[in-house]
């Protein structure tokens, strides 16, 4: 979604700003722009497509300043067009913008009756507007933005400049994240601190109704117009570990090191066979008392909630719901008291998640409820981390890929340990069995490492998908949301329609669409319903389909004739899904590279979703 960075500085921001830029590409974009402020002139430079484009165009012009705003634009009110996209101008004001205005419709008429004219569709045109309009009644551009800001409805994070104002840059954030770069005689702000990691490693993360101002020397943060602290956090983030190193594309590099990932996870958790006595220690009085789960999340994380949910139940004995977060928000959940809601979010910043979090919260303070919230989050300093009782943090490093892999693998590993804590305060899971499922976590890396060795395989098989249009991806247990989640890398990099679906329903409807060209992916683990699941290939290869079988390497499934199996490692039925995740992570990741897609960046889509 929408990147923004700005900053103030006695040197010139220009490349700053261009870096950070490249640096939120991640975040998915099609348009880019910057404004500088030089010499009481805005300096603009807007461009459709890539950053680079807009690098290029900056360097044509030689445009600098040590006062400005950049922003990478992810349509959402009129076309990816250069007049679209940010930073917009009023005259004197600049404007870059990461949200929705709701009733930019109606400010926009009242602007238009004052003499305004539009020249874009956005809805953050009236920003800009709205400021400078406010500017004619103060000289202050702190002041005019305060007054303002109330006018606006929606979710929103800013950055503002003003000709008048050389060493001031205004930010505001209201439902949308913004963090501040602490500098040396230099301030920053970005929607991501990725974006700062090459000029700081302090940062300010504010919360919802701040509004700043900052100057080269200076921080000033403010809630309903009192001067308020914020403290300020160092990160251990390095540049380096943030970049794609030796692979050709982040996502391959995030594939390659979730062994590594996982292995950090656990490890806060785990002493060799045991729990350590410090994990979630501050949340054992919560667990003792909880009834039921309620898992909330989007995208790939829902998926991570859906394995979860036979866990919960299969392990603990604890009944587990799982939703997406933009049907819980707005479908009157009933909230019931004892409950523990879980949030899962690689983010923790995507707007359905957080907004039905905050809806619980107030449901639940209204009925006057005694419920738990609980975050897994791959962003120690994100707001649901910040927002829920307790968390749980997935130590997967920077994800900058769109498509989750690493995230993914290290929430369900996490998922796991929450699992294993609560049967432990609760006593519903006896010691043995902890001791055998926490050795088996141990495992888990290098069962991957095994797995990816099968890459070179995956990549020849990948090369029989390439001109296909359609795909089916069966599994059963918790094989079904990895299928659900093959099917989403598949479609989400590759551009191909991709179904998953579980086996058992393949009866019910998705038989009628195999045919000699529809290619079917099957999770075949070692588990008890391993039968039947070959009962199912043999029904698609009856239909000419074709198969591509992800089996455990004794389950006897070989080659044949439009059969092409690709073993895994032997592994616990129980945590097969964490191994089955990886073969279909290669195989969209190859199918796009064949197929010529921007795998890291591919088109519509964007990595924080921080928009309804
Ligand atoms: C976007 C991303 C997905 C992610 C989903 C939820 O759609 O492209 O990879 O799974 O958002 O994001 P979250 O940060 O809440 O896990």
Redesign the pocket.
Known sequence: MCGIVGGVAERSITNILIEGLKRLEYRGYDSAGVALVDQCQILRERRVGKVANLEQAVNESNIQGSLGIAHTRWATHGKPTENNAHPHISDTVAVVHNGIIENYQELKDDLEALGYVFTSQTDTEVVAHLIHDALKSTPDLLKAVTQIVPQLKGAYALGIVHTDHPNELIAVREGSPLVIGVGIGENFISSDQLALLPVTNRFIYLEEGDIVRLTRESIEIFVDDQLIDRPVKELDATVSNASKGEYKHYMLKEIYEQPEAIQQTISQALNGNALRDDFLQHAEVDFKNIQQVQII?????YHAGMIAKYWFEQLIDLPCQVEIASEFRYRSPVIVGNTLYVC???????AD?LAALRDTQKRAKAKSLNITTMTICNVATSSMVRETNHHLLTLAGPEIG???TK?FTTQLAALMLLILKIGQIKQTMPVEKIAEITAELWHIPKVILDTLQNDKEILRLSDLFKEKQHCLFLGRGTQFPIALEGALKLK?ISYIHAEGYAAGELKHGPLALVDHDMPVVILAPQDDMLDKLKSNMEEVQARGGELFVFADENSGIKNKDRQHVVNVPTISSLLAPIVYSIPVQLLSYHVAVLRGTDVDQPRN?????TVE
Not at 344 to 350: A, D, K, M, P, V
């Open positions: 999340a989007c995208g790939t994380s899962i979010s690689q983010s923790g910043e995507t998640t769109v498509a989750s995230a989400e889509l964007a990595k924080s979703v």
